[in-house]
Nanobody
């Protein structure tokens, strides 16, 4: 499966963005999908994940209550709605997928190229 992120950009603190992760290939509905981010000079961090059928989700503490992950399997797309953005949310955001992955312990095999999110203060 190939993944392409979009929706990044420059936004003021307190604003919102919606990222999309579009997948090519068949059977996307069998993949767990996660969002990760990497700020300059820092390690890549987990942000959120959703299981294959969209029932279970998982969030990093730093984004709980502000970010929402969802998926539309008919459109082969996973979304990350980001509200109340803060300057510390600035990073390159990546989506990743794992077939039949467990969002609580899964590694991810497939990765997108990332999309830049910049939040100004």
């Amino acid at each position: 499966v190939q993944l392409v992120e979009s929706g990044g950009g420059l936004v003021q603190a307190g604003g919102s963005l919606r990222l999309s992760c579009a997948a090519s290939g068949r059977a996307f509905s069998t993949y767990a999908v996660g969002w990760f981010r990497q700020a300059p000079g820092k390690e890549r961090d987990f942000v959120a994940a959703i299981d294959w059928n969209g029932i279970s989700t998982l969030y990093a503490d730093s984004v709980k209550g502000r970010f929402t992950i969802s998926r539309d399997n008919a459109e082969n797309t996973v979304y990350l709605q980001m509200n109340s953005l803060k300057p510390e949310d600035t990073a390159v955001y990546y989506c990743a997928a794992e077939k039949w992955g467990n969002i609580h312990r899964s590694g991810y095999t497939y990765w997108g190229q990332g999309t830049q999110v910049t939040v100004s203060s």
